[in-house]
T-cell receptor, first 113, second 110 residues
Framework: DAGVIQSPRHEVTEMGQEVTLRCKPI?????LFWYRQTMMRGLELLIY????????DSGMPEDRFSAKMPNASFSTLKIQPSEPRDSAVYFC???????????FGPGTRLLVL | SQQGEEDPQALSIQEGENATMNCSYK?????LQWYRQNSGRGLVHLIL?????REKHSGRLRVTLDTSKKSSSLLITASRAADTASYFC??????????FGAGTTVTVRA
């Protein structure tokens, strides 16, 4: 069974450009999480979806960040416009309802110049 | 914000030795989980201990939880080079939200 799939694995862009990160959760998982990992702030939860509905977006830094989950097998995290301080590794994770364990994707390493 | 704080920040041991790391947290929890992250990879779930449990084992891993002290420890016995990774504790206070600590970086020397 394939794990959580993220693309791209690496992204280098210039300040002001739009960045779109993609995630395919594990089939059958109802919950999807987007995290950001930096040396300074560690691993932070950005947004949580359950059954494709955003439940908690309190971790989204500002209006430049948006996330969607149009169906059970796909989610995007968009940054527009991007800034150098957005440079980080972004992880997507999924889990089944009723299970506390989260399954992480390999991450997207984003560098904004 | 980070709920869990791991100690030490870094640990270097010889292959075959045991590695112990600790996690302290601030608020009441439903469960506490430990994850491993190899360099450049995502996090992998290792073990979960519930608030009403005191100790749990999984292979070479042993986790303890002391809710009165709001602390947990992870012991890796007979360490191997493949155990070189960062280890994170994550606390869960409700159904979905995990709060991760800053992690302990473990290096196992051959």
């Amino acid at each position: 069974d394939a794990g959580v799939i993220q693309s791209p694995r690496h992204e280098v862009t210039e300040m002001g450009q739009e960045v779109t990160l993609r995630c395919k959760p594990i089939s059958g998982h109802n919950s999807l999480f987007w995290y950001r990992q930096t040396m300074m702030r560690g691993l932070e939860l950005l947004i949580y979806f359950n059954n494709n509905v955003p439940i908690d977006d309190s971790g989204m830094p500002e209006d430049r960040f948006s996330a969607k989950m149009p169906n059970a097998s796909f989610s995007t995290l968009k940054i527009q416009p991007s800034e150098p301080r957005d440079s980080a590794v972004y992880f997507c994770a999924s889990s089944r309802n009723g299970e506390e364990t989260q399954y992480f994707g390999p991450g997207t390493r984003l560098l904004v110049l | 914000s980070q709920q869990g704080e791991e100690d030490p920040q870094a640990l270097s041991i010889q292959e075959g030795e045991n590695a112990t790391m600790n996690c302290s947290y601030k608020t009441s929890i439903n469960n506490l989980q430990w994850y491993r992250q190899n360099s450049g990879r995502g996090l992998v779930h290792l073990i979960l201990i519930r608030s009403n449990e005191r100790e749990k084992h999984s292979g070479r891993l042993r986790v303890t939880l002391d809710t009165s002290k709001k602390s947990s420890s992870l012991l890796i016995t007979a360490s191997r080079a493949a155990d070189t990774a960062s280890y994170f504790c994550a606390t869960a206070s409700n159904d979905y939200k995990l709060s991760f600590g800053a992690g302990t970086t473990v290096t196992v020397r051959a």
